[in-house]
């Protein structure tokens, strides 16, 4: 079924832009528009901007523009449908489909994206009623009470318990009317024997997308044999890499304090919650990734690392930060169990260390884990202890290792002067000369295999349009660009300035533009009216320049404020220097054929009379005289 295009034109003018990208990107106000951290390229300024009344965003660092619609499109990696009615959900609008009908057409032909997640949201609650209510889940939730885990906890995450009996899973389900083909497709059932679960006699960890809907899940083993942990498989709705362990709950307070816990398992983020550590989250049964960074950044400044005490937490921490830093993230690294030990000494004594957030609450409860876990130190801090722990700095040997091991941090640095600081940092910290660092850096950086290269890593290609040639400016450009953001002029446009009064092509390329939609899709066409002041730029329309430098151009013109004038004088006023400048080229037209003619002094057939091109040329004189007077 298709939406009906009024539908979306309806949506394009009634949505929040600034609340549909907010959600991507931090925005902030500044000169009547929003700029944030361009999330299609790394970035340290904002060059990235929102118009909330045309609804368009522009990227000043990489050219990258276009509606809102497509915004989210790039970013959530949908179709265009699927981000209208993405869209058109989150802004309250219902769609209307074509043949007529609403959100119940759309019921009609569910998408399978929608199929699955009503599926796991079916699965979740079944697994967390046996978790809660059944004898069988007595022991998993004896177990997460055991790891002083609250029942408001248990509630809020939906853990859940799934069952012993193998066969039970797929019998539920397809009693359920869900279709073989729909539950291959589930990643809830081994690949090689579509009946058998992947997930039996585990406690069970709902992961949720954005929006809190249940996309997949984590499953600790309580007894019998098989991995200790256990995840989804990537499926159609959901993508590890493009997804973090509770981050639905944690978004609020992550974009109010713009900073994010990372931990390394579930059981230690719901730990860091209860302790009322809400902006924590943790990667999905994988190491930490670059998109899980990119996706952070969309409203974090920094990043709180909480990894295991363990060599493998530490190590996976160092990991952790260069992966957070090369994205812009500056990180903090949180050391709990340290800090117990410090806070808690005598008590200490008689436990085991604990190796996470997970243990600290169970022994020592969620007071005394929030407070450790508070108490960070900067990452390069982390990164000199860890070097000399495992070197001896003392030794010319140690220096060089210790060196090396701190390179990839100075490597991360956005800029070469921040990449100078931290290189002084390093050599001031493992006492060698300053330029003989450098020296050796300039070699490890040559050598760094795969590694980011020395100096190149500022701009950060990533998903730049080709701009092709930039466009050069001039007023007929201008004029038309004018328009095409004022779209609901245009109706008005095309009877005050006929196309072949311009002259440059850029500016036909717009004028073509804006007349075919206008013929095809405006809505003032058919009916008469005109859209409302804040009517979003259509995406059709955006769509009909097929140029994408002269697209760029409208879009960054627009962005820099360019229009930001009242639009009818904006009009006005450019349609008379067109105009001015048509009569002015024509009037010397006339001038050389006049003088052509009398230096002939004879009469050519075809050409036109001596009178007819005086009277033309007092014409000319007439009209640009008006136009002058109407404009001063
Ligand atoms: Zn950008």
């Known amino acids: 079924m298709r939406i009906a295009e009024a539908s979306i034109r309806e949506l394009n003018n009634r949505l929040d832009a600034v609340a549909v990208v907010a959600e991507y990107v931090k925005l902030e106000k500044r000169s009547g528009r929003y700029w944030g951290a361009c999330p299609f390229h790394h970035e340290k300024t904002p060059s990235f901007t929102v118009d909330p009344d045309r609804k368009l965003f522009y990227c000043f660092g990489c050219n990258k523009g276009g509606t809102v619609i497509d915004f989210v499109m790039e970013m959530d990696k949908l179709s265009y449908p699927e981000a209208v009615v993405l869209i058109a959900k989150k802004s309250g609008v219902e769609l209307i489909y074509e043949g007529g009908g609403g959100e119940r057409a759309e019921r009609a032909g569910p998408s399978r994206k929608d199929d699955l997640k009503g599926l796991y949201k079916r699965i979740a609650g079944s697994f967390h009623y046996m978790l809660m209510e059944t004898a069988e889940g007595d022991a998993a939730k004896r177990y997460v009470r055991d790891r002083g885990v609250s029942p408001a906890m248990m509630e809020r995450f939906?853990?859940?318990?799934?069952?012993?009996?193998?066969?039970?899973?797929?019998?539920?389900?397809?009693?359920?009317?869900?279709?073989?083909?729909?539950?291959?497709?589930?990643?809830?059932?081994?690949?090689?024997?579509?009946?058998?679960?992947?997930?039996?006699?585990?406690?069970?960890?709902?992961?949720?997308?954005?929006?809190?809907?249940?996309?997949?899940?984590?499953?600790?083993?309580?007894?019998?044999?098989?991995?200790?942990?256990?995840?989804?498989?990537?499926?159609?709705?959901?993508?590890?890499?493009?997804?973090l362990f509770a981050l639905d709950g944690a978004l609020p307070e992550i974009r109010a304090s713009k900073t994010v816990y990372l931990a390394e398992g579930y059981m230690d983020v719901i730990a860091l919650h209860q302790a009322e550590v809400t902006n924590a989250v943790a990667p999905l049964g994988t190491a930490f990734t670059e998109s899980q960074a990119k996706l952070l950044k969309r409203w974090a400044d920094t990043v709180c690392l909480v990894f295991d005490a363990d060599d493998a937490g530490q190590n996976a921490m160092v990991k952790a930060i260069l992966v957070c830093r090369k994205n812009g993230l500056a990180v903090r690294a949180a050391l709990p169990s340290r800090a117990l030990a410090r806070e808690n000494a005598?008590?200490?004594?008689?436990?085991?260390?604990?190796?996470?957030?997970?243990?600290?609450?169970?022994?020592?409860?969620?007071?005394?884990?929030?407070?450790?876990?508070?108490?960070?130190?900067?990452?390069?801090?982390?990164?000199?202890?860890?070097?000399?722990?495992?070197?001896?700095?003392?030794?010319?040997?140690?220096?060089?290792?210790?060196?090396?091991?701190?390179?990839?941090?100075a490597e991360t640095a956005n800029s070469d002067i921040a990449r100078e600081a931290c290189l002084d940092q390093i050599a001031d910290v493992i006492g060698a000369g300053r330029e003989d660092l450098r020296a050796d850096f300039r070699r490890y950086a040559r050598d760094a295999a795969g590694g980011v290269r020395y100096g190149d890593n500022a701009g950060g290609a990533a998903g730049n349009v080709g701009a092709g040639r930039p466009v050069e400016t001039n007023y007929e450009l201008f004029?038309?660009?004018?328009?095409?953001?004022?779209?609901?002029?245009?109706?008005?446009?095309?009877?005050?300035?006929?196309?072949?009064?311009?002259?440059?092509?850029?500016?036909?390329?717009?004028?073509?533009?804006?007349?075919?939609?206008?013929r095809n899709d405006a809505a003032e066409a058919e009916t008469g009216t005109e859209p409302p002041e804040s009517a979003g730029l259509p995406r059709e329309l955006l769509d009909r320049i097929g140029s994408v430098s002269l697209r760029n151009y409208v879009l960054e013109q627009h962005a820099r404020g360019a229009f930001s004038g009242n639009p009818g004088t904006l009009m006005a006023d450019g349609v008379r220097k067109v105009r001015e400048a048509s009569l002015v080229r024509r009037q010397k037209e006339i001038v050389i054929e006049l003088r052509t003619q009398r230096g002939e002094g004879v009469m050519v057939p075809g050409r036109r009379s001596l009178a007819d091109l005086l009277a033309e040329k007092l014409h000319l004189d007439e009209e640009l005289k008006k136009l002058k007077e109407k404009g001063a």
């Open 158 to 243: 939906r853990l859940g318990y799934a069952p012993r009996d193998r066969s039970w899973l797929y019998r539920f389900l397809s009693g359920k009317g869900y279709s073989a083909e729909l539950l291959a497709a589930s990643g809830l059932f081994s690949r090689n024997y579509p009946q058998s679960p992947l997930f039996s006699s585990r406690l069970m960890f709902p992961v949720t997308d954005r929006n809190g809907e249940v996309i997949a899940f984590g499953g600790r083993l309580l007894d019998g044999e098989g991995a200790k942990y256990l995840n989804s498989p990537e499926t159609e709705i959901y993508r590890k890499g493009e997804t």
């Open 346 to 409: 005598a008590g200490f004594a008689g436990n085991a260390a604990p190796k996470d957030s997970a243990d600290i609450l169970k022994n020592f409860g969620p007071d005394l884990l929030k407070k450790c876990v508070k108490n960070t130190i900067l990452d390069f801090d982390y990164l000199v202890e860890r070097a000399r722990s495992g070197y001896n700095m003392a030794s010319p040997e140690g220096k060089a290792g210790a060196a090396l091991f701190l390179f990839p941090w």
């Open 479 to 518: 004029l038309l660009a004018a328009v095409f953001v004022n779209h609901r002029l245009y109706a008005k446009f095309r009877s005050l300035l006929p196309m072949d009064e311009l002259e440059d092509p850029g500016a036909k390329e717009l004028y073509i533009a804006l007349e075919e939609w206008w």
